[in-house]
């Protein structure tokens, strides 16, 4: 499976943005994906992740209440929809998919993953 992310950019703190991530085939409910983000000299934190089979969708303490993960399997598609976004979300934005179904306390870890696509940067400024 390849993943493709677009949809960064530089926002004013307060704003709001959507990335997605294309996937080069069509993935089965049974897929876990995963929104990760790398900001310079952090190591990779998830974000995001929707677990395969039963949905259960988990979210990073520092974005809840903000940011949504969101799919449309008709059209191979996941979305990060983020809103208030604020200068520490600053980071490189990576989606990940797995067609496993890692346990609960491992769905926000990036080892969990199997496929990654390229990173779309984010800039938020004050």
Partial sequence: ??????????????DSLRLSC???????GSY?????RQAPGKEREGVAARRGGD???VYADSVKGRFA???????????????????EDTALYYCATTSGNPIYSNI????AYTYWGQGTLVTVSS
């Fill in 1 to 14: 499976v390849q993943l493709q992310a677009s949809g960064g950019g530089s926002v004013q703190a307060g």
């Fill in 22 to 28: 294309a996937a080069s085939r069509r993935m089965s």
């Fill in 32 to 36: 876990s994906m995963g929104w990760f």
């Fill in 55 to 57: 949905n259960k969708i």
């Fill in 69 to 87: 993960i969101s799919r449309d399997n008709a059209k191979n598609m996941v979305y990060l929809q983020m809103n208030a976004l604020k200068p």
């Fill in 108 to 111: 926000l870890r990036p080892n």
